[in-house]
């Protein structure tokens, strides 16, 4: 099991950038899938991102953050991180870290098949 801490949510104007963290703890790093989701208030939560680590490195993206999120992880730092730039406003949510040590497949990340959850960080993004 993995322990996930998410970090640096908080509030900012629509087109500024943020980065949240993720901080992995209980098990091997190198071999985790990470993601990133995020719930909007009273919406459904949503796949934003992953990073897939299985010898080499892949990412995926919602269509709607190509180009502006980029994820990224630290081994050694045992953290994954999320840049964001350009924010839009009716983006605001709480963004949920997860990661799996399985190497998993594109549709079981963008459904949410993780096995493990952080709490969540809170980014609010005013107009």
């Known amino acids: 099991q993995v322990q996930l801490v998410e970090s640096g949510g908080g509030l900012e104007q629509a087109g500024g950038s943020l980065r949240l963290s993720c901080a992995a703890s209980?098990?091997?790093?190198?071999?985790?899938?990470m993601g990133w989701f995020r719930q909007a208030p009273g919406k459904e939560r949503e796949f934003v991102a992953a990073?897939?680590?299985?010898?080499?490195?892949?990412?995926l993206y919602a269509d709607s953050v190509k180009g502006r999120f980029t994820i990224s992880r630290d081994n050694a730092k045992n953290t994954a991180y999320l840049q964001m730039n350009s924010l839009i406003a009716e983006k605001t949510g709480v963004y949920y870290c997860?990661?799996?040590?399985?190497?998993?497949?594109?549709?079981?990340?963008?459904?949410?098949?993780?096995?493990?959850w952080g709490k969540g960080t809170l980014d609010t993004v005013s107009s």
């Open positions: 997860a990661a799996d040590l399985r190497v998993r497949p594109v549709y079981t990340v963008v459904s949410g098949g993780m096995a493990d």
């Open positions: 209980g098990r091997t790093f190198s071999v985790y899938t």
């Open positions: 990073i897939i680590w299985s010898g080499g490195t892949s990412t």
